[in-house]
């Protein structure tokens, strides 16, 4: 019975997500345009680069697996980057309402005459969300790396747009991965005694303030992967230079 315009938050929702997964995806399989060796910028689709495909300069970390057209150049890390996001309370949220419309709004019906929650397969296997937020961890340092590492152009240190862009990109990539829910329970959760605890009082009062923006850097963070690795494919591809301040 509601009569505003209930449909435009969701409506929004589908048509941002299906948009960035399409980039994604089409990106994810070009297998060019990821890495400007000149100034070690690598994009965060392509990193680590580990099949034999890997342009030089690229593979930091080897490359183990082969070149075919159906494995991602990222192929160790695009799964469990995927897991994180697809098993995050805000997108859960996003894409019950979006993509399955259950329920598309508060105090709209269900587009589906059951209803089971999270507790049977396969939505319990959402419960699995704390364990890819380590495994993204882990991936945020490796991005944090390949910033890192694209300060050293090839005569020593260099400094371009790329460089803000990149790094720029790594902040809100922690931001939004410090933000999340199982991030804010392990370091706060289960505690009887904050005073006891005054390290992880401390820090679990720093991640409930990032949580409380976790949607906004959920949006906020496929904009700039969206936009870094735009970069990249357009400095490789010699769309236009990069613009350099030093080196
Ligand atoms: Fe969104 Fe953990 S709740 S990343």
């Not at 409930?208 to 949607?215: A, D, E, P």
């Amino acid at each position: 019975m509601r009569t505003d315009r209930w449909w435009f938050p969701p409506l929004i929702t589908f048509v941002g997500l299906a948009a960035w997964v399409t980039y994604a995806t089409v990106r994810v399989f070009m297998h060019k345009w990821y890495y400007v060796d000149e100034f070690h910028y690598l994009t965060p689709f392509y990193s680590p680069c580990i099949t034999d495909r890997c342009v030089e300069g690229s593979a930091e970390f080897g490359t183990p697996l082969p070149s075919f057209w159906l494995i991602p150049e990222a192929a160790f890390t695009l799964p469990f980057l995927l897991l994180f996001r697809l098993t995050c309370y805000y997108y859960r949220k996003a894409y019950y309402r979006a993509f399955w419309l259950s329920p598309p709004a508060c105090a709209v019906p269900d587009a589906h005459q059951k209803y089971s929650g999270e507790t049977r397969f396969p939505l319990i296997f959402q419960n699995i969300h704390r364990y890819a937020f380590y495994a993204a961890g882990i991936i945020s340092l490796i991005n944090t790396w390949d910033a890192i590492r694209a300060f050293h152009s090839g005569n020593g240190f260099g400094f371009g747009l790329g460089n803000i862009v990149l790094v720029g990109n790594v902040v809100m990539l922690w931001l939004y991965t410090l933000s999340c829910h199982s991030c804010r329970h392990i370091a706060g959760g289960r505690l009887k005694h904050f005073s006891a605890h005054p390290v992880r009082y401390r820090f679990w009062t720093f991640v409930s303030k990032l949580n409380t923006r976790h949607m906004l850097l959920a949006w906020i963070t496929l904009g700039t992967l969206a936009l870094t690795d735009f970069y990249v494919m357009a400095v490789a591809a010699d769309w236009f230079p990069d613009l350099r301040f030093v080196g």
